[in-house]
DNA sequence: ACAATGTACTTAGTAATACAAGGTATATTA
DNA sequence: TAATATACCTTGTATTACTAAGTACATTGT
């Protein structure tokens, strides 16, 4: 992380760069907790791999979520640990590349229902003190 | 607080105060970052105290907003150390019990524009995933 | 008179998680 | 043969909501 002390002669540039990084800071943090949710979302369909969800979510998003493969995957782990999905490598296809498949559970699927109303009464929450 | 190891035989009870402790969590992650951005929104139109920021995020949020005063004041402290918000303390009026006063700044007020910009991108990305 | 509650601010510690940055391995394209 | 894309894995860091404790004074109840 930069340091504030050394940008030296506080010109433009470094301004535009510390708005950035504290926009960052936000999103980042805005995040938290609505990507399980997402990923319950994208699987609630049909089974998917790690690449195919990462790339689900840019598009759908319309490039507003852009996962690196570092974030998702410890996401998956934490989900399928909690019971809410299951995983199983895909049978060599040719020279495919084996995939590890992710399908969302019962339990995945009632929770997500749940998660969902929690999203919900938040955002509205955040409407109404927002808005005046 | 209740530990989960002491419920003894796994009744329905047991599993519904599961299931509200999952919920909880992930309400707590849901509002990472949103918190600093409510704070300066019910800053923007007067210098208010800690108390009274509780009570108007309870209230204006219609009981969804219930913030802790060991949550908030340390964000308070994090905005000021940002130069998003200054805080003074009220001169004494009759016995009343001294109060710190917190005022946007106008970097805080830009600030919170930006943060309300990363808001409706994000939700809007949510929803776009969401909706099917 | 004393306890309980409400107002008002402070602080230390914990749990959770998005991301960066590294890694492995294979397939395709230039 | 070098680069790029696919596909998965792992460690470490920064941030932050919350719990739980504390101090201090005012008000209300019994």
Do not use: C, H
Not at 4 to 21: C, H, N, R, W, Y
Not at 27 to 34: A, F, L, P, S, T
Request: proline content about 2%; overall charge negative; aromatic content about 8%.
């Amino acid at each position: 992380m930069r340091e504030l002390a050394d940008v030296g002669a506080t010109d433009a540039k470094g301004i535009a760069e510390m708005k950035v990084i504290m926009n960052d800071k936000y999103e980042r943090q805005m995040k938290k907790g609505v990507l399980d949710m997402l990923v319950l979302r994208l699987l609630k369909s049909e089974a998917k791999y790690g690449y195919q969800i990462i790339q689900e979510m840019r598009e759908k998003s319309e490039e507003i979520f852009l996962l690196k493969d570092g974030t998702l995957y410890p996401i998956l782990y934490r989900l399928e640990d909690d019971g809410l999905v299951v995983s199983k490598w895909s049978e060599a296809v040719g020279k495919q590349v084996p995939r590890k498949y992710y399908e969302i559970t019962r339990e995945g699927k009632r929770t997500l229902d749940e998660i969902e109303d929690v999203w919900k009464r938040i955002s509205d929450g955040v409407v109404r003190i927002m808005e005046d």
